[in-house]
């Protein structure tokens, strides 16, 4: 019984406080490189944020469509429901794009294909950048 | 809005670059370790590539 106090103080003391890494990470997703910028990595929020703008960008000049969430089998709902988060990603870029009624569907050729891949590669790089910063928050990385 | 035409190969190095860029940044500490990790993973995506590309034209004769 004894025990149970000194567990729950070393589960507290490995988890961080949601207050020290959530406004980063959430500014992070909203605007790519934001929660580098917030962390005062302005150089490395640069980067990132012109790595997945340009990723979406080309995606988009190269007629990507975007996925919405399907289910049914297993590949369709890992394929739509995965594609789906992976544009959710992107933050601002994804709700301002959807916002200004962009609706390309999905149509045959490599380079429709290639910008739904660049599409949804920019909410993943951005995912990256979320982890990131999560760990510059938390103090494991500098 | 203008549609952009790009090849096979050059939309996989564009792919190739921005992930290469993002990786080195977000998994090494010093620039250095970076700019080394994110070349090494540019050299392995354009490696995968052109392997990939012989692969392809070999098996199709």
């Known amino acids: 019984m004894a025990e149970k106090p000194e567990q729950q103080e070393k589960a507290s003391a490995a988890r961080p406080p949601l207050s020290k890494w959530l406004p980063a990470v959430l500014v992070g997703w909203l605007v790519p490189g934001g929660g580098h910028f917030l962390l005062k990595r302005k150089g490395r929020a640069a980067i990132l944020f012109g790595a997945v703008l340009l990723c979406f960008l080309f995606g988009l000049l190269m007629r990507g469509a975007f996925f919405s969430p399907q289910t049914g089998d297993l590949f369709t709902t890992v394929i739509y429901c995965g594609g789906f988060v992976g544009n959710l990603a992107s933050g601002i870029l994804y709700l301002f794009t959807k916002w200004m009624g962009y609706a390309q569907p999905d149509v045959a050729g490599h380079v429709h294909d290639y910008g739904t891949k660049f599409l949804v590669a920019a909410g993943l790089i951005n995912v990256l950048a979320m982890v990131d910063v999560y760990e510059i928050a938390i103090g494991k990385k500098s | ?61």
């Open chain 2, 1 to 61: 809005m203008p549609k952009m035409n790009l090849t096979h190969f050059e939309a996989s190095l564009l792919f190739a670059l921005f992930i290469s860029v993002a990786m080195g940044l977000t998994t090494k500490k010093t620039a250095r370790e970076q700019l080394i990790y994110g070349l090494y993973c540019f050299g392995c995506f354009l490696a995968t590539l052109v392997g990939l590309a012989w692969l392809m034209k070999l098996g199709h004769g």
